[in-house]
């Protein structure tokens, strides 16, 4: 089973600043299958990401993906008010999530 | 639109039976898997497993075989996640979702949250 791990847990910026988030992988994830969701609290997942580089339909261009095998990272170029909430990545090859990376205000 | 709409809230005791559901409209059910995502008070998300409703072709997470049954009704495109013994750990918000093979979690339901309790 591949493990998923995450970090920071918590990263704390400001709105305006760029945000790197990481996704790491216990064994090379096959086809990149890698996926970056946002949680807002209260709401359910929204997809951000997958194929590990691919914005989904309506996510702006301020969010991108990177990477491959084992090493993956999301970046908010700028941070908008709208996009403190918690990150998860998910292999979708067998279903793993990441345990999350909360952006808070600094 | 491609729509998920899940069951209301739940509050059940411990050792009661809750089957929720979910209702796919938008696109064609059957040729879509569905799938059930876990989520805590406060903790991160847990696949649970999936169905596919075309043929049934049910898979569990290891974490989560025999303990829940997934199934559907592609007569009315409703899915279903089923506890025959709830305990409180079971207490947690849970989330349908759909996607083709190969691909990711898109769209999610609304969420649906169980509570157990005595």
């Known amino acids: 089973e591949i493990v998923l791990t995450q970090s920071p847990g918590t990263l704390s910026l400001s709105p305006g600043e760029r945000a790197t988030l990481s996704c790491r992988a216990s064994?090379?994830?096959?086809?990149?299958?890698l996926a970056w969701y946002q949680q807002k609290p209260g709401q359910a997942p929204r997809l951000l990401i997958y194929g590990a580089s691919n914005r989904a339909t309506g996510i702006p261009d301020r969010f991108s993906g990177s990477g491959s095998g084992t090493d993956f990272t999301l970046t908010i170029s700028r941070l908008e008010p709208e996009d403190f909430a918690v990150y998860y990545c998910?292999?979708?090859?067998?279903?793993?999530f990441g345990p999350g990376t909360k952006v808070d205000i600094k | 639109e491609v729509q998920l709409v899940q069951s209301g809230a739940e509050v059940k005791k411990p050792g009661e039976s809750l089957k929720i559901s979910c209702k796919g409209s938008?696109?064609?059910?059957?040729?879509?898997?569905i799938g059930w995502v876990r989520q805590m008070p406060g903790k991160g998300l847990e696949w649970m497993g999936i169905i596919y409703p075309g043929d049934s072709d049910t898979r569990y997470s290891p974490s989560f075989q025999g303990q829940v049954t997934i199934s559907v009704d592609k007569s009315i495109s409703t899915a279903y996640l089923q506890w025959s013994s709830l305990k409180a750990s079971d207490t947690a918000m849970y989330y349908c979702?759909?996607?083709?093979?190969?691909?990711?979690?898109?769209?999610w339901g609304q969420g649906t949250l169980v509570t157990v309790s005595s």
């Open positions: 064994q090379s994830v096959s086809s990149n299958y």
């Open positions: 998910q292999q979708y090859g067998t279903f793993t």
């Open positions: 938008g696109y064609s059910f059957t040729n879509y898997w």
């Open positions: 979702v759909t996607f083709p093979g190969g691909s990711p979690f898109d769209p």
